[in-house]
């Protein structure tokens, strides 16, 4: 078994609740060989300073999530797309011990897989900014602003993803109306959401 992180050690310690199933997740880890390190305060298990894996948990599950998850094969269906937008991480997810337990060896043979995937060096190809659907509240503005047109298409695609991601979640239009708004200025200035 590989070198355990102190920081881990601490989180463990402190968790309210996932203890156990985080302990258990944490040896079947890192009895497949992986470097235990401490990121995005989560254990996160890494091969060559690459991301592998991460244990994390939430209200009503805990779960090990694979950073490549959408190139494994995934023969058995375990892995869960956390949201439509979620590009390659897949998770799967536990509400007791008893099922870690039981899928064990499987989590084995996943993370042995989401190994070779990164001594391989695969790449998942993220989906292009112009793949994503434009809300009608925005496009309206942009039609409207040849000004706004331009500083939106200066933006790094990253920060355009994150505005049309942000202006398309709400499900009332006076919601995406009022977020395109308030967006503006920051858009024309340069900037992404969180700048």
């Not at 190809?125 to 200066?154: G, N, V, W």
Request: charged share 25%; proline share 5%.
């Amino acid at each position: 078994m590989n070198e355990m992180n102190p920081k881990v050690d601490a989180f463990i310690s402190r968790a309210h609740k996932w203890q156990k199933e985080f302990e258990k997740l944490r040896s079947i880890v890192l009895g497949c060989g992986l470097t235990e390190e401490f990121k995005w305060g989560v254990p996160c298990y890494t091969f060559q300073k690459g991301n592998v894996v991460l244990i994390h948990g939430f209200k009503e599950y805990c779960a090990l999530l694979f950073f490549k998850g959408a190139l494994l094969s995934d023969p058995e269906g375990i892995l869960i797309r956390q949201t439509e937008n979620v590009q390659s991480s897949r998770q799967v997810r536990f509400t007791g011990l008893s099922e870690i337990t039981e899928l064990e060896p499987l989590l084995k043979s996943y993370i042995y897989e989401a190994l070779e995937v990164e001594k391989a060096g695969l790449e998942i190809e993220p989906k292009k900014t112009s793949e994503y659907s434009i809300p009608e509240e925005f496009q309206h503005r942009l039609d409207e602003s040849p000004a706004l047109k331009a500083a939106f298409e200066q933006l790094t695609p990253g920060r355009q993803r994150g505005y049309l991601l942000y202006f398309s979640s709400p499900r009332q239009a006076k919601t995406r109306t009022s977020r395109v708004e308030k967006s503006i200025p920051q858009i024309l200035s340069g900037k992404g959401l969180s700048d």
